[in-house]
């Protein structure tokens, strides 16, 4: 199924499974796939197949880590930040405004909440 973005974003068929990604890289900047395996919670295998997906499609881009040339640093490219900033920033912006009222624990309470939630729909796929 593919998600429905930006039209400058609409020829690359993202999917739901991308759209995580490109959040964090969005928000918290380049990562390396490591990294980002542990902030989506899935094996570093999975992430460099997305990485390297979204890389062919001009999406993402690799570079070299300055600090240790055996590890590559993944970020969204230059001409398509605008795009993808248009796009989620939005919902990040809206998240924020809903969730600041809200103590550490309710925040907490509200993610775990939504975490069971999928874990609950992801389980009905499987049965």
Same mark, same amino acid.
């Given at each position: 199924?593919?998600?429905?973005?930006?039209?400058? =974003?609409?020829?690359?068929? =993202?999917?739901?499974?991308?759209?995580?990604?490109?959040?964090?890289? !969005?928000?918290? %900047?380049? !990562?390396?796939?490591?990294? =980002?395996?542990?902030? !989506?919670?899935?094996?570093?295998?999975?992430?460099?197949?997305?990485? %390297?997906?979204?890389?062919?499609?001009?999406?993402?881009?690799?570079?070299?880590?300055?600090?240790?040339?055996?590890?590559?640093?993944?970020?969204?490219?230059?001409?398509?930040?605008?795009?993808?900033?248009?796009?989620?920033?939005?919902?990040?912006?809206?998240?924020?405004?809903?969730?600041?009222?809200?103590?550490?624990?309710?925040?907490?309470?509200?993610?775990?909440? !939504?975490?069971?939630?999928?874990?609950?729909?992801?389980?009905?796929?499987?049965?």
């Amino acid at each position: 199924m593919a998600v429905v973005g930006p039209e400058a =974003l609409q020829s690359f068929a =993202l999917a739901p499974r991308h759209l995580s990604l490109l959040s964090y890289l !969005l928000f918290v %900047g380049p !990562l390396t796939v490591n990294e =980002l395996a542990a902030r !989506l919670q899935v094996a570093p295998t999975t992430v460099s197949l997305l990485v %390297g997906d979204l890389n062919r499609k001009g999406i993402l881009e690799r570079r070299e880590d300055e600090a240790d040339r055996r590890r590559r640093i993944i970020g969204i490219a230059a001409d398509q930040q605008p795009a993808i900033t248009a796009w989620l920033a939005p919902g990040a912006a809206a998240w924020r405004k809903a969730l600041a009222p809200l103590t550490p624990d309710q925040r907490q309470l509200f993610v775990d909440t !939504l975490l069971a939630y999928e874990a609950a729909v992801g389980g009905a796929d499987q049965g």
